[in-house]
């Protein structure tokens, strides 16, 4: 240490992070920390629902969430509780690897399987997924979705709590009747969320009548930092 400047740090080559968690072998040179090699980094965990099991079906105002296991979560709400049709066969899980969303009863009955997910700290991000849904009914709603903002509850005594908030990253309406694989470079959009928690998540509502039978399933989730 010298008396008028104070203590001198000399440049060093020991391991450091450069804060991307999609590299490898970060190391100092020159003062600063340089990235290392890079890596396939997945933000979702288990996205192939293996081992995952479960499942809730509304008897109330709410139900769930519920984790199904690898911190996948099912949650199912009653936007309408006193309108006598109940959401008690609309159902939210996981079963044979493949997580789902949907039932028979209607009537304002939301069903959600989904992931409070960090988001890597990447430069090149891609968002991809398999999907499919069934109904009976063409306004049926279904899709798959990314919010700014997630929660695992517990819920409020609140009709229309949510387990997401805030604005609309990633939306996807379509109504494939066969699997079918998206894949998404989704960088621009999540990249004020780096190393920040989001939601994603599959959503099935059945508007109005039992006979319409809305369901949705999803498989191979993945956000990649490449």
Same mark, same amino acid.
């Given at each position: ?43 979702? &965990? ?11 079906? !509304? ?13 996948? =979560? #099912? ?14 066969? =609309? ?9 789902? #969303?949907?039932? !028979?009863?209607? #009537? ?15 430069? &090149? ?52 009747? !066969? ?11 999540? #990249? ?35």
């Amino acid at each position: 240490c010298d008396k008028k400047k104070g203590c001198q740090y000399l440049p060093n080559s020991a391991s450091c992070d450069d804060g991307n968690s999609c590299t490898v072998k970060d190391q100092c040179k020159g003062g600063v920390c340089v990235s290392g090699a890079t890596k396939p980094c997945d933000g979702v &965990k288990n996205p192939h629902f293996d081992a995952v099991s479960g499942q809730v079906c !509304s008897s109330g105002k709410n139900a769930g969430p519920k984790d199904i296991g690898g911190t996948w =979560m #099912a949650f199912v709400r009653d936007t309408h509780p006193n309108n006598g049709y109940g959401c008690s066969s =609309m159902c939210a899980g996981a079963s044979g690897s493949t997580g789902y #969303a949907g039932g !028979s009863t209607g #009537a304002g009955c939301n069903a959600w399987v989904y992931q409070c997910v960090k988001v890597p700290k990447s430069s &090149k991000l891609v968002f991809s997924y398999r999907y499919k849904i069934a109904s009976g009914y063409g306004g049926s709603v279904h899709g798959v979705y990314i919010y700014e903002n997630c929660s695992n509850g517990p819920p409020t005594s609140d009709v229309y709590w949510k387990p997401y908030g805030g604005k609309t990253l990633y939306s996807n309406n379509s109504k494939p009747k !066969s699997w079918t694989k998206y894949s998404t470079n989704i960088s621009a959009k999540l #990249a004020p969320y780096q190393g920040k928690t989001v939601f994603i998540g599959l959503y099935t509502n059945n508007s109005w009548a039992a006979s319409y039978n809305p369901r949705g399933w999803i498989d191979d989730v993945s956000l990649i930092g490449q």
